[in-house]
């Protein structure tokens, strides 16, 4: 199982003895009972406590957020003054935060809400002749850095998504674009971790693994509103007309 992945250990760390979902040793009456003594340590929840359960560790992943809210939103604004003035956006992951990666440069070469004109956004994991080609010849940890030396320009932004905070590729990743003086961000699960300590900024989100990638979405859109805001407010992004290029 990856460090990116839910870890079970994790979950009852979050709770109280007795949390719904997560009986007290005590509710097992004896080792016969439960089949072994180690049973007492491994109940597992039923499937509508796991559900209740996960959907409670919303909230702790919701309200680190909220208190991050002013630098989610100052990094809304950064990324359209970047964006505007012709840098781009390098974005990575691994798993679940790949595809998360991506639904933000979907975003900003795309659309979020209104019309605009489209943003240069690149998702370094997506090209996959070259992360082949690249994790072939020069390992997996280099797979983020040598794209990142390949597309990176001074004043560009490059955001590093992790819910560990440990995966040596984007830990290289950060390394390459300081050289480069492209600025880099981080969305993580709690700090402190290696990524969020080596990267310019970073948004760490005190849940564990898979709520902490929910908030990461979360924590995404929110850059987007910010991002809006700011291209609108700047009267600028409003496309040209459509060229019919049959």
């Not at 560790?57 to 309200?63: S, Y």
């Not at 300081?178 to 990524?195: E, I, K, Y």
Request: glycine share 8%; charged share 20%.
């Amino acid at each position: 199982m990856t460090p990116e992945s839910l870890r079970e250990a994790e979950l009852p760390a979050m709770h109280r003895v007795g949390t719904p979902g997560f009986p007290s040793p005590d509710a097992v009456s004896s080792p016969e009972e439960a089949g072994h003594d180690d049973a007492r340590h491994h109940a597992s929840p039923g499937p509508r406590e796991a559900v209740r359960t996960h959907l409670e560790n919303v909230l702790p992943a919701l309200r680190s957020l909220e208190s991050q809210a002013d630098r989610l939103a100052d990094w809304g604004v950064e990324l359209a003054q970047r964006l505007l003035s012709g840098q781009k956006l390098l974005a990575a992951g691994n798993g679940g935060s790949a595809a998360e990666a991506q639904h933000l440069t979907a975003e900003l070469v795309g659309r979020f809400d209104a019309e605009r004109m489209p943003f240069s956004a690149i998702s370094l994991h997506a090209e996959s002749s070259a992360v082949t080609a690249i994790a072939n010849d020069y390992g997996y940890e280099e797979l983020f850095a040598r794209q990142v030396r390949a597309h990176g320009r001074s004043g560009d932004i490059l955001v590093l998504l992790s819910t560990s905070g440990q995966s040596p590729n984007l830990l290289r990743a950060a390394e390459a674009a300081s050289r480069l003086n492209v600025t880099t961000w981080a969305l993580t699960g709690p700090a402190p971790n290696p990524l969020a300590s080596c990267c310019d900024d970073a948004v760490a989100i005190d849940a564990i693994s898979a709520n902490a990638q929910e908030g990461h979405l979360i924590a995404l859109h929110a850059i987007c509103r910010a991002f809006e805001a700011e291209v609108a407010r700047k009267g600028r992004g409003v496309p040209g007309p459509e060229v019919d290029r049959g």
